[in-house]
């Protein structure tokens, strides 16, 4: 803490969750701030709490929280652009890992021209591994003097506009016989829990094989993402299996689904059931959604709604319910006497969510 500026966003990665948490409020007691979220853990275990905190931090405009304790969930997926001090505190056995922890300090931000690695367990001796940018290269032979080659004169106006390259895309077959049809990813890594780098179309079977013991079939998916409570489960197992939010937003980059609902991507790689996107959903469910309730609850989950279309599933969690009303009627107090009472507000909450996820008019 005496080593490095407290004003600069930070990530600690430790070796287990309880460690993060001890780290973490170590920082809080030696820190010069007075905010008790300066220093917060983002961990599998910190759910919908510590997934806001990230979101915060990957703000460049805000400076609380300013450093992150993690164990695993950080290492990948976070575009926090102006991270300045990367800190070691767990082995690092898989150079993959080890390149993607490096890469979150080495996103360009104004005025970053370089970011720090803190070391405790010698993980810098991977820099000396060829694995980590190859052998050094041998430097090129001169040319003979008096032959080198003289450019052609350039005019401007005889290149050719480039072609926009065409986003590529590969088909898989997965164990069903059914193929799945993914964008073909040149910037991502995909790696196996050892360590083993694994390709786009590995990491959809991998994840293909992993989720019959989650769910037997489309109707038991459903059942359990049209109520908050085992949509969250289902999730923290998913993360349990190493599939956390990034890597299933990873998942829905792969198969152009981003303004799809999360279950439409589990849909689709489990049954090959074709995604669609949030906004039709809604379209399709709102005046069934909306038909129980009385004219004011209408009012109000036709704002959740809208949140839901603008930033996913996410916002269906009842954690968010109070921020929901906050952003709605701006006092919980205010949407109570609105609304008929916390018990009435939490029913409907609730209670909707089943027919957003009923089956579409063409499926069975």
Same mark, same amino acid.
């Given at each position: 803490?005496? @080593?490095?500026?407290?004003? /600069?966003?930070?990530?600690?990665?430790? @070796?287990?969750?309880?460690?993060?948490?001890? $780290?973490?409020? %170590?920082?809080?007691?030696?820190?010069?701030?007075?905010?008790?979220?300066?220093?917060?853990? $983002?961990?599998?275990?910190?759910?919908?709490?510590?997934?806001?905190?990230?979101?915060?931090?990957?703000?460049?405009?805000?400076?609380?929280?300013?450093?992150?304790?993690?164990?695993?969930?950080? !290492?990948?997926? $976070?575009?926090?652009?102006?991270?300045?001090?990367?800190?070691?505190?767990?082995?690092?056995? !898989?150079?993959?890992?080890?390149?993607?922890?490096?890469?979150?300090?080495?996103?360009?931000?104004?005025?970053?021209?370089?970011?720090?690695?803190?070391?405790?367990?010698?993980?810098?001796? #991977?820099?000396?591994?060829?694995?980590?940018?190859?052998?050094?290269?041998?430097?090129?032979?001169? @040319?003979?003097?008096?032959?080198?080659?003289?450019?052609?004169?350039?005019?401007?106006?005889?290149?050719?506009?480039?072609?926009?390259?065409?986003?590529?895309?590969?088909?898989?077959?997965?164990?069903?016989?059914?193929?799945?049809?993914? /964008?073909?990813?040149? %910037?991502?890594?995909?790696?196996?829990?050892?360590?083993?780098?694994?390709?786009?179309?590995?990491?959809?079977?991998?994840?293909?094989?992993?989720?019959?013991?989650?769910?037997?079939?489309?109707?038991?998916?459903?059942?359990?993402?049209?109520?908050?409570?085992?949509?969250? %489960?289902?999730?923290?197992?998913?993360?349990?299996?190493?599939?956390?939010?990034?890597?299933?937003?990873?998942?829905?980059?792969?198969?152009?689904?981003?303004? !799809?609902?999360?279950?439409?991507?589990?849909?689709?790689?489990?049954?090959?059931?074709?995604?669609?996107?949030?906004?039709?959903?809604?379209?399709? #469910?709102?005046?069934?959604?909306?038909?129980?309730?009385?004219?004011?609850?209408?009012?109000?989950?036709?704002?959740?709604?809208? /949140?839901?279309?603008?930033?996913?599933?996410?916002?269906?969690?009842?954690?968010?319910?109070?921020?929901?009303?906050?952003?709605?009627?701006?006092?919980?107090?205010? %949407?109570?006497?609105?609304?008929?009472?916390?018990?009435?507000?939490?029913?409907?909450?609730?209670?909707? /969510?089943? #027919?957003?996820?009923?089956?579409?008019? #063409?499926?069975?």
């Amino acid at each position: 803490m005496e @080593a490095i500026d407290q004003r /600069q966003k930070t990530l600690v990665f430790c @070796a287990t969750q309880q460690h993060a948490l001890i $780290v973490r409020d %170590a920082i809080n007691q030696l820190k010069t701030s007075r905010d008790p979220n300066y220093c917060v853990r $983002v961990t599998a275990n910190d759910g919908a709490i510590g997934d806001q905190f990230l979101r915060t931090f990957q703000d460049n405009e805000k400076t609380i929280p300013t450093i992150l304790t993690t164990s695993q969930k950080l !290492s990948t997926g $976070v575009d926090a652009r102006n991270v300045r001090n990367i800190v070691l505190m767990r082995p690092i056995n !898989s150079m993959i890992e080890f390149k993607q922890i490096i890469g979150r300090g080495t996103r360009l931000f104004d005025g970053k021209d370089y970011f720090t690695i803190y070391d405790f367990v010698r993980a810098y001796e #991977h820099f000396n591994d060829p694995e980590w940018d190859g052998e050094p290269a041998e430097p090129p032979a001169p @040319a003979p003097r008096g032959m080198a080659d003289t450019p052609e004169p350039y005019d401007a106006g005889t290149d050719p506009e480039p072609e926009p390259q065409p986003r590529q895309r590969i088909k898989i077959k997965l164990a069903d016989g059914k193929e799945r049809t993914i /964008q073909h990813m040149m %910037a991502t890594s995909f790696w196996s829990p050892d360590g083993r780098p694994m390709s786009a179309a590995e990491f959809v079977a991998r994840l293909f094989g992993e989720l019959p013991s989650l769910f037997k079939d489309e109707d038991e998916l459903r059942a359990l993402w049209s109520v908050p409570d085992t949509r969250r %489960a289902l999730l923290e197992s998913l993360e349990e299996k190493g599939y956390g939010r990034e890597q299933l937003r990873e998942i829905e980059r792969m198969i152009d689904a981003e303004k !799809s609902d999360l279950y439409d991507v589990l849909a689709y790689i489990a049954f090959a059931l074709s995604p669609i996107t949030r906004q039709q959903r809604v379209d399709t #469910h709102k005046s069934e959604i909306l038909a129980p309730y009385d004219p004011k609850l209408q009012t109000f989950l036709d704002f959740v709604l809208s /949140q839901y279309i603008k930033e996913g599933v996410g916002e269906l969690d009842q954690s968010k319910l109070p921020h929901l009303l906050e952003l709605r009627y701006r006092a919980i107090s205010d %949407a109570t006497a609105e609304l008929g009472g916390p018990a009435t507000i939490r029913a409907a909450f609730i209670g909707f /969510q089943r #027919h957003l996820y009923t089956p579409q008019p #063409h499926q069975p």
